[in-house]
């Protein structure tokens, strides 16, 4: 009867999708798996009989991504009427091995009723699909969720954020982060020395391989595995090499981390080797910029693809990935670096701009100054690097030196002059640069980005450039600097002229009508400031340490920051009451300051005030209804406090006389 083929036929279909299981040790040896297995559960929602859930696990390459979904499918499995395994699905589907998931879970044979193959197609099933990166292969392979019965699970692993997010239907995505430090060390005990703790003369060299690691699992089980039972000598000659990663025991994770890289449009690929070679730790608004990415998508392809992460908006990536970007620049060209496409090894640029090995293969160069000597540049040391569109020359900002040794002599000599540099050039950044001037037939016309902080540049350009997509100009430190009108940057948004030697601001800066950023601190020369200037972008202003700046600045408009700490300004006038947009004033430590205008309350949108080391001010007028914040310290000659707005929230009187 019917009874008993469906009975027949339901038992003939599970014993069909046992064999698709997958029959391996769930935890692999990974420490840490079931900590994992607790965080995905709630994603999972188990107590949930009556709906069909979709749950992605989504991390970069190597994370144990497959290692968890496998656990997950050996411990829930049996609580489903019916489960599914399919693991490689993009190499399947690129080799065309793939199966139709719908295929597997209908019951063949013409003669079976139609309503027979509804009761199988409803049960309630447990599906892995390991490594998707197509939308189309989830299409294909799930179908329409209604086939599946009330209770069902659909597990997705990828690399790709995108995949799951497009796909229809309602599901949860679990991110799989790195291992922690100390899970990471066991997990690498566990295959270099067969247990889960190491001997004490190979603890150091045991931490240093899963410092390198940075929590990928699958880092310290390759290099455990190839150390295992190895001499010392072998452990330290591999640590040695850890940078360049060129041991064949780990070639197997670039071929596994690369398959997402070569999934990539060659524009996206681009940007992911200058990040691996320039911009790791950068700001992502500068590097888009930088890259021209501002209105596509390429840094977000990265992001959900688990290349790149993002920290405190800075472009994080992980150090195999970084790695492994490096060396896919290498072998464009192993034993010619000025055939490659980027160079970032101090000796290997050192060697191609000494000898003029350069070509127009170069896309970008980035020098660590503190790593090289001295070096003597030919005039012409860039003409055959047409399509160059990275240059930076730099000191590191954390080496730790005194504002005179920065001030030293550059490291990168032009006994020659430079003639030449190109025209594709959107970041040019050369710290100690050690001319007057750039070179008279430069053309900025793609250039977006200029620092050249502690050089002995006295002017750009001789004579008018169009630099119509010049937006940051950075020339701290640059005492020799002395003309900065340009007309031919009207789109610049960040200025900064921080200690350098101007007595007064020229009215030209009102060329600059899009200005974001604007800095002169430490200007000690700097005296005045051009009067009934307005800005018509939001901008923040910074006068700090300017200790000669007795008068304040008669500006107006959309300032949202102004910084005037250290300043010699000796009051705060009436006309302050037209920056109804400022947000923050610092005022710290203007030890001439007197008397603030009663028409300060005017300030509806001042949140921030810092008054911290006004030793001469004796009184405050109203405050802004909108303040928040009001520091007071150390204001040792104010007798009274006015009425404090209702909505403050922080108010510092640490030594004051009242």
């Known amino acids: 009867n019917d009874a008993q083929l469906v009975n027949k036929i339901v038992e003939d279909v599970l014993k069909n999708l046992e064999k698709a299981t997958v029959a391996t040790d769930s935890s692999n040896g990974l420490v840490g798996l079931n900590s994992r297995i607790e965080q995905i559960k709630p994603f999972l929602c188990m107590d949930l009989s009556d709906t069909?859930?979709?749950?992605?696990?989504?991390?970069?390459?190597?994370?144990?991504?497959?290692?968890?979904?496998?656990?997950?499918?050996?411990?829930?499995?049996?609580?489903f009427e019916g489960r599914c395994f399919l693991s490689d699905i993009r190499k399947n589907s690129e080799t065309g091995g793939g199966k139709i998931l719908s295929e597997k879970l209908e019951v063949a044979g013409a003669n079976i009723p139609h309503f027979t193959k509804e009761r199988v197609r409803r049960m309630k099933v447990l599906i892995v699909l390991d490594d998707v990166n197509e939308v189309g292969q989830l299409e294909g392979l799930i179908g329409e969720l209604d086939q599946f019965g009330p209770g069902s699970r659909i597990v997705v692993t990828t690399r790709d954020k995108r995949v799951l997010e497009k796909f229809r239907g309602e599901k949860k995505i679990y991110r799989v982060n790195g291992l922690e430090f100390e899970e990471a060390f066991e997990h690498f005990c566990n295959f270099a020395f067969e247990e889960n703790h190491c001997p004490e003369d190979l603890n150091w060299h045991s931490q240093r391989v899963v410092e390198y690691a940075d929590g990928n699992p699958l880092v310290p089980k390759v290099l455990g595995s190839s150390l295992c039972l190895k001499r010392k000598s072998h452990w330290e000659n591999l640590l040695h090499d850890l940078n360049r990663i060129c041991e064949s025991d780990i070639h197997d994770i670039y071929k596994k981390l690369k398959i997402t890289f070569d999934e990539l449009t060659p524009r996206v690929q681009s940007i992911f080797l200058d990040i691996a070679c320039f911009f790791e730790g950068e700001d992502k608004d500068f590097v888009a910029r930088i890259l021209d990415d501002s209105e596509s998508d390429g840094l977000d392809v990265l992001i959900d693809k688990s290349l790149i992460s993002i920290s405190g908006n800075c472009l994080q990536m992980h150090d195999l990935l970084q790695e492994m970007?490096?060396?896919?620049?290498?072998?464009?060209?192993?034993?010619?670096?000025?055939?490659?496409?980027?160079?970032?090894d101090p000796?290997?640029?050192?060697?191609?701009?000494?000898?003029?090995?350069?070509?127009?293969?170069?896309?970008?160069?980035?020098?660590?100054?503190?790593?090289?000597?001295g070096i003597n540049l030919d005039s012409g040391a860039f003409t055959n690097m047409s399509?160059?569109?990275?240059?930076?020359?730099?000191?590191?900002?954390?080496?730790?030196?005194?504002?005179?040794?920065?001030?030293?002599?550059?490291?990168?000599?032009?006994?020659?002059?430079?003639?030449?540099?190109?025209?594709?050039?959107?970041?040019?950044h050369w710290d100690k640069y050690p001319l007057r001037t750039l070179p008279s037939n430069f053309k900025p016309e793609n250039l977006v980005e200029l620092n050249l902080h502690f050089s002995k540049v006295e002017q750009l350009w001789e004579g008018k450039k169009e630099a119509f997509k010049l937006k940051s100009i950075n020339l701290s430190h640059c005492r020799h600097f002395i003309d900065m009108s340009y007309p031919s940057a009207p789109n610049l948004e960040t200025y900064l002229l921080d200690y350098t030697n101007f007595a007064c601001v020229p009215s030209s800066i009102q060329n600059f009508k899009y200005l974001s950023a604007l800095s002169f601190e430490g200007c000690k020369s700097l005296r005045s400031f051009p009067s009934n200037f307005r800005f018509v972008c939001p901008v923040t202003i910074n006068f700090s340490s300017c200790v000669n700046l007795i008068e304040f600045p008669q500006i107006s408009g959309k300032i949202t920051r102004l910084?005037?700490?250290?300043?010699?300004?000796?009051e705060v006038p009436s006309s302050i009451e037209c920056l109804t947009d400022l947000e923050v004033l610092d005022l710290r430590d203007c030890k001439r300051l007197k008397r603030i205008s009663t028409r300060f309350c005017k300030l509806r949108s001042l949140v921030d005030l810092f008054l911290h080391g006004c030793l001469n001010l004796q009184s405050l007028p109203a405050l802004p209804l909108c303040l928040k914040s009001l520091d007071l310290r150390d204001c040792k000659m104010l007798q009274s406090l006015p009425e404090l707005p209702s909505c403050l929230e922080a108010l510092d009187l640490t030594s004051c006389n009242m």
């Open 563 to 570: 910084y005037l700490g250290q300043s010699a300004i000796e």
């Open 52 to 79: 069909v859930q979709i749950v992605g696990i989504w991390g970069m390459g190597g994370i144990g991504k497959t290692t968890l979904a496998t656990a997950i499918f050996n411990q829930f499995s049996s609580e």
């Open 387 to 428: 399509n160059l569109r990275l240059l930076k020359f730099y000191v590191p900002k954390l080496l730790g030196m005194s504002i005179e040794e920065q001030l030293s002599d550059s490291k990168v000599l032009l006994p020659d002059g430079l003639d030449y540099l190109p025209k594709n050039l959107r970041y040019l």
């Open 347 to 373: 000796k290997e640029i050192r060697r191609v701009l000494k000898h003029n090995k350069g070509t127009d293969a170069i896309e970008g160069i980035s020098l660590d100054l503190s790593k090289i000597k």
């Open 325 to 344: 970007g490096q060396q896919i620049v290498r072998q464009e060209s192993e034993k010619e670096p000025g055939k490659r496409s980027r160079l970032c």
